[in-house]
């Protein structure tokens, strides 16, 4: 009987012809491209799902919070009383945009000098003093929170942040760290309260049909505008409400062609919303 012994193996077998460190980058190539594609899909899932949320949860989310931090209990009746001239026209507005029912808007005051405005979470917006100083009439301090209540309306708040909370519970997971991952926190806040090019269209587009109703033309809704256009090289940082939107000469031009031809009389802001420099803030 013959002796068996076992056949000589290929050296060739299992060995990838390639360098093992064209390998290393292909592998990790393809995991990235799988992060990325899967980051996508939740990122922009939850910012479809999200406005599916009832507004009573969203608003529960934020509640008093916004109210507690820019008016104390002690606040002084200059404050109280442009805070009221300010919810009482966003209840106007939100008349004529046929906001639904159920959704409750809560107007704030901040003392913060930068020409700014901005819609969170819960139907919260929040007015700085700054924007209130660089405007001369109700129109154009009504196209600004038009404006805002738009995204409210149309659960962009609650959009922006279901994405950013996606994102960091995904990289939280991948990641191994319960604080939703040190490497992606600046994105995902970025992500909280960011809205896209088309949100902040579709905002302008409502806004300007809210002001030819509540009006009966749109005439100044171009004012805020025009002062971030001639003064945008003095402002510190551009205001946020500007951001993610057409260039500030695109929008005054879409805004214009809606005016009256006939001359229109501006009506003036209200005297609690004027002369705020003495008045005491938290």
């Given at each position: 009987?013959?002796?068996?012994?076992?056949?000589?193996?290929?050296?060739?077998?299992?060995?990838?012809?390639?360098?093992?460190?064209?390998?290393?980058?292909?592998?990790?190539?393809?995991?990235?491209?799988?992060?990325?594609?899967?980051?996508?899909?939740?990122?922009?899932?939850?910012?479809?799902?999200?406005?599916?949320?009832?507004?009573?949860?969203?608003?529960?989310?934020?509640?008093?919070?916004?109210?507690?931090?820019?008016?104390?209990?002690?606040?002084?009746?200059?404050?109280?009383?442009?805070?009221?001239?300010?919810?009482?026209?966003?209840?106007?507005l939100a008349r004529a945009m046929a906001l639904s029912g159920d959704i409750r808007l809560y107007v704030h005051l901040?003392?913060?000098?930068?020409?700014?405005?901005?819609?969170?979470?819960?139907?919260?917006?929040?007015?700085?003093?700054?924007?209130?100083?660089?405007?001369?009439?109700?129109?154009?301090?009504?196209?600004?929170?038009?404006?805002?209540?738009?995204?409210?309306?149309?659960?962009?708040?609650?959009?922006?942040?279901?994405?950013?909370?996606?994102?960091?519970?995904?990289?939280?997971?991948?990641?191994?760290?319960?604080?939703?991952?040190?490497?992606?926190?600046?994105?995902?806040?970025?992500?909280?309260?960011?809205?896209?090019?088309?949100?902040?269209?579709?905002?302008?587009?409502?806004?300007?049909?809210?002001?030819?109703?509540?009006?009966?033309?749109?005439?100044?809704?171009?004012?805020?505008?025009?002062?971030?256009?001639?003064?945008?090289?003095?402002?510190?940082?551009?205001?946020?409400?500007?951001?993610?939107?057409?260039?500030?000469?695109?929008?005054?031009?879409?805004?214009?062609?809606?005016?009256?031809p006939d001359s229109q009389t501006l009506k003036p802001l209200s005297e609690s919303l004027q002369n705020l420099e003495?008045?005491?803030?938290?």
């Amino acid at each position: 009987m013959s002796e068996y012994s076992n056949p000589d193996v290929p050296h060739e077998v299992n060995v990838s012809e390639k360098t093992p460190l064209h390998d290393f980058l292909r592998l990790s190539l393809g995991a990235f491209l799988m992060i990325g594609a899967l980051a996508s899909f939740v990122f922009f899932a939850a910012r479809y799902f999200a406005p599916m949320i009832p507004f009573r949860y969203e608003e529960a989310l934020n509640a008093n919070a916004l109210k507690s931090l820019f008016r104390s209990e002690f606040a002084p009746p200059c404050l109280i009383k442009a805070e009221d001239a300010l919810q009482n026209l966003a209840d106007e507005l939100a008349r004529a945009m046929a906001l639904s029912g159920d959704i409750r808007l809560y107007v704030h005051l901040s003392a913060d000098a930068q020409p700014n405005a901005f819609a969170t979470l819960g139907g919260n917006i929040v007015v700085n003093r700054g924007l209130l100083k660089r405007i001369g009439s109700e129109n154009a301090l009504a196209m600004v929170l038009a404006h805002e209540i738009a995204h409210i309306k149309n659960r962009d708040p609650i959009a922006a942040m279901g994405g950013g909370i996606a994102l960091s519970v995904l990289f939280s997971a991948l990641i191994g760290d319960s604080d939703g991952g040190s490497l992606f926190s600046f994105s995902a806040a970025t992500a909280q309260s960011s809205f896209s090019r088309d949100q902040e269209s579709a905002a302008d587009k409502e806004a300007i049909a809210a002001l030819r109703k509540y009006y009966g033309y749109t005439n100044g809704a171009d004012e805020f505008f025009l002062y971030i256009l001639q003064n945008s090289s003095a402002l510190v940082n551009t205001p946020a409400f500007l951001s993610s939107h057409p260039a500030t000469l695109s929008r005054i031009k879409e805004i214009q062609a809606t005016f009256s031809p006939d001359s229109q009389t501006l009506k003036p802001l209200s005297e609690s919303l004027q002369n705020l420099e003495n008045c005491r803030f938290n």
